[in-house]
């Protein structure tokens, strides 16, 4: 989506603008404008309510997102895992993802994507319905480990092969779809 001003978002917002639901295929990354006024950025996803338990409501469950660097044949690119758990143990969390290219260049919003994830330390992680109504939407953290591991791995961005055109990004990620499952794993920080 490319907008001169970034949308405005809220946690109070019951529905997604159309021209956001009319691109959604997966997790759609944006730059928003926040509550606080601020630039950060959103995470919308598209759930049928097979895919959705509607016991994860956003008053009882915590959201996280958590980037992650990955090195492709093809150059570099940021996966970002996004999951809604409960403190019930017997409700399954909802993960998505989403590939973040920071180096391609028609779709210049990436890059700040990625470097909003690590300053900003939250995104807002939206899942709605085919008709764009919300059935979560909540702030979702990104932990002070999960920033400093990509801050750390993303000096790479500027070494070797990059990811500069669709064709390159579409052949990452079947490389990456090959290899990578997200599970609940993906989430467990380790030291």
């Known amino acids: 989506m490319k907008t001169s001003a970034p949308l405005s978002w809220s946690t109070g917002a019951k529905r997604i603008p ?23 950025c959103a995470f919308f996803v598209r759930a049928s309510a097979e895919e959705w338990n509607s016991a994860l409501t956003a008053g009882s469950a915590a959201s996280f997102v958590k980037p992650h ?16 758990t409960s403190t019930d143990s017997g409700i399954e969390p909802f993960i998505s993802e989403t590939a973040i290219f920071p180096r ?8 700040e994507i990625a470097e909003l994830l690590q300053y900003r330390k939250e995104a807002f992680f939206v899942i709605c319905n ?3 109504a919300c059935l979560f939407n909540s702030k979702a953290r990104v932990l002070d480990d999960w920033v400093s591991e990509l801050a750390e791995k993303s000096k790479a961005f500027d070494e ?32």
């Not at 570099?76 to 895992?81: D, E, H, L, Q, R």
């Open 18 to 40: 159309a021209i956001v639901n009319s691109q959604l295929v997966g997790t759609f990354p944006s730059i928003v404008t926040g509550d606080d006024g601020a630039k950060t």
């Open 104 to 111: 391609l260049l028609s779709m210049p919003t990436h890059r």
């Open 160 to 191: 070797g092969k990059q990811i500069s055109d669709e064709k390159t990004a579409i052949m990452s990620l079947y490389w990456y779809q090959e290899r990578y499952n997200p599970s609940c794993k993906i989430f467990e920080v380790t030291h």
């Open 69 to 84: 660097f990955v090195k492709t044949p093809q150059g570099p690119m940021i996966v970002a895992y996004c999951m809604v």
């Open 130 to 132: 085919e008709k764009g």
